[in-house]
């Protein structure tokens, strides 16, 4: 009898399975065997999975005609014989530590269920997952979901070692649909006697590259829905029959979540929705409270109670307002001593209307230059997403604040009263914005010595006062938008750098420079660029690209005459972007890393076949290059 048996159902993923069976035959926990059910796969994976159970013993494939996930991972339970039990996708894979590390852990405390953090694999990259970060922040043994009930968000079935024992006294099968996982993997956590949490990873969680390749890109598809929010139900009722203190933050998890997708998907049919499938989801609204709607964002909260209402025609047209920046409702106040602010809108009952804590300060900038030593910006404020009509004239403040020492130097201070704007977006378009429009300007001579030398980093704040109420927050922008960060000025030997930060917030960096670019464009698909370095040191200097997302390195040749030195980087030769954006940034290698300086203003943008590159300048004016 193995410790462990792992069950692997798969389907049509011949491109991943490979790395997968590795990560598996990898493992330190010897002792496994490893299930593979062929669910009707049309590809070469059954065949990979043949060569691999003829190599190594520990493998078996099952095959059968293509009935679903759940009907695969069934068979595969009923099939495996260890004393602890695991799930793994086919496109996934695990690291090498991760089954060991799960069995010690239930070996040690008893428990019946073990679960682990997770990673978001991108082709070649891996990134926290961000359902899993707050769940599994801090290490446990022992415990259990209603102790720790952001293990709500902890549906997923894979990252788990389960006690058989205690899989066979829950009686745990899969329903034989999508999402069967989310209430097996809920009821095993509720129905688990102790569970055990670990910090480190367990599992790589890939993401698929090819269009309409996994459920999840396929979740507007109204079979889809129906599947989601069957489980959704099922899990409700779990929820509400063996752990309902467990309920609000499922609802809280699933409102952000599933009912996002199922407002989508609806919303897009509008009054041809097949109404069992709003059956479906008006089911579910049907149990969360008022307190748990009152959480979601107005827009999202506004189509929630459309969608529960079946108010099908104005969610069509309410969600297109959403999608188009037009949905901005006014916002007015009520109460004396304590005022509460809410969104008005014909659709939305009042007591549902409350946005008191979703308005924010929100402002990005129009114009930022140097005049005369000098440094002009115009800016827009806002209140977030509303309409700031019965606000009136408000107090605009702007200001710089030092990160580490919270120093302030100020900037301007003015009334200004709303009006509606065309505020650009990097698709080309416009939304609508109701905005106070400001001014400032920063004299360098401001800055003490002391501030000076510290080479802090200072961040451009807004602040808005009036009507009752008073938002504070920083200026932000889009690296694809005007304007662009103009080029740095010396004062006293220090660099000041006006700057647009990876989260892009305006401010401005104190730094000196050993390496200054003073030549930066594009030249038939390489980025070529020439500066200067301060001191040539030993040995021969190269150009080192560093992705900021996980340390990747890459390395290009530097030509030196004097202090004089140019470098000319191949784009179509630089990894491919990774996620929605990946960063490099440019240093140059003399046996440590030094930062360079950015004295252009030139932000060129650079196509090569396929992809298309952003010149620009990071968090302390470093030479940036980004693909979106």
Not at 5 to 25: A, G, M, N, Q, R
Not at 199 to 206: G, I, L, Q, T
Not at 366 to 375: A, I, K, M, N, T
Not at 595 to 613: E, N
Request: charged share 30%; with cysteine; hydrophobic share 40%.
């Amino acid at each position: 009898m193995p410790v462990l048996s792992v069950i692997v159902p798969f389907y049509d993923v011949e491109k991943y399975l490979t790395p997968c069976l590795d990560s598996l035959e990898a493992q330190t926990l010897r002792d496994i065997e490893v299930i593979c059910v062929d669910d009707g796969s049309r590809d070469g994976g059954p065949d990979l999975v043949a060569a691999r159970a003829e190599r190594d013993g520990r493998f078996r494939l099952i095959r059968q005609d293509n009935l679903g996930v759940g009907r695969a991972r069934n068979i595969g339970v009923s099939q495996a014989s260890g004393r602890y039990l695991a799930f793994v996708d086919g496109d996934d894979t695990v690291p090498r530590a991760a089954f060991q590390r799960l069995v010690s852990s239930l070996e040690s405390t008893g428990s019946d269920l073990a679960c682990g953090n997770v990673m978001r694999l991108h082709r070649n990259l891996l990134v926290p997952s961000w359902a899993h970060k707050e769940p599994f922040a801090e290490p446990a043994e022992r415990t259990h979901i209603t102790r720790r009930p952001l293990l709500v968000r902890d549906r997923m079935l894979w990252n788990k070692v389960y006690r058989r024992a205690a899989w066979d006294r829950l009686d745990l099968r899969f329903p034989e649909r999508m999402y069967e996982d989310q209430p097996v993997a809920m009821a095993a956590h509720v129905g688990a006697r102790s569970v055990d949490v670990l910090h480190k990873v367990v599992y790589h969680w890939r993401q698929r590259d090819e269009p309409g390749s996994s459920i999840t890109q396929r979740r507007l598809e109204p079979d889809n829905l129906r599947d989601r929010l069957l489980s959704v139900l099922q899990t409700a009722a779990l929820l509400d029959a063996e752990a309902p203190r467990l309920r609000p933050e499922f609802d809280r998890d699933t409102l952000a979540i599933d009912l996002t997708v199922a407002v989508e998907a609806i919303a897009r049919l509008g009054p041809a929705a097949d109404p069992a499938l709003v059956d479906l989801a008006v089911r579910y609204l049907d149990g969360v409270s008022r307190a748990a709607l009152r959480e979601l964002p107005f827009a999202h909260r506004l189509q929630v109670h459309l969608l529960h209402r079946r108010r099908l025609d104005e969610l069509a047209g309410v969600a297109a307002q959403a999608r188009d920046g037009r949905l901005q409702p006014r916002v007015s106040s009520a109460g004396l001593l304590r005022k509460r602010w809410y969104g008005r809108h014909p659709a939305l009952p009042g007591h549902l209307s409350e946005v008191s804590g979703e308005l924010e300060a929100t402002a990005r900038l129009v114009e930022l230059e140097w005049r005369d030593g000098v440094l002009h910006g115009s800016g827009r404020a806002g209140i977030g997403r509303f309409d700031a009509g019965e606000l009136g004239r408000m107090r605009v403040t702007v200001w710089l604040e030092e990160r580490r020492t919270g120093d302030r130097v100020p900037l301007a201070e003015q009334s200004a009263a709303p009006a509606w704007e065309s505020a650009p977006q990097p698709d080309g378009g416009s939304v609508p914005e109701h905005v106070f429009p400001f001014r400032f300007a920063f004299d360098p001579a401001a800055l003490s010595a002391a501030q000076l030398r510290r080479h802090g980093h200072w961040d451009l704040y807004v602040r808005l006062k009036g009507a009752g109420l008073r938002l504070e927050g920083k200026v932000r922008g889009d690296r694809r938008l005007a304007p662009s960060a103009p080029p740095p000025r010396r004062r006293s030997g220090v660099w000041l750098v006006p700057v647009l930060s990876f989260r892009g917030a305006w401010g401005l960096r104190l730094r000196e420079a050993e390496a200054v670019i003073g030549e930066c464009r594009v030249d038939g698909g390489d980025l070529v660029f020439a500066g200067e370095l301060a001191d040539v040191g030993d040995g021969e200097p190269v150009i080192r690209l560093v992705r900021r997302s996980d340390g990747e390195e890459m390395y290009f040749p530097v030509t030196l005459a004097g202090r004089d030195f140019r470098a000319r980087v191949p784009l179509a030769g630089i990894d491919e972007v990774v996620g929605d954006v990946t960063w490099w940034e440019v240093v140059v290698d003399q046996g440590r890393a030094i930062r360079t300086l950015v004295r252009t203003r030139s932000r060129p943008p650079a196509d090569v076949p396929g992809r298309r590159f952003l010149v620009d300048r990071g968090d302390d004016g470093c030479l940036l290059l980004l693909e979106h």
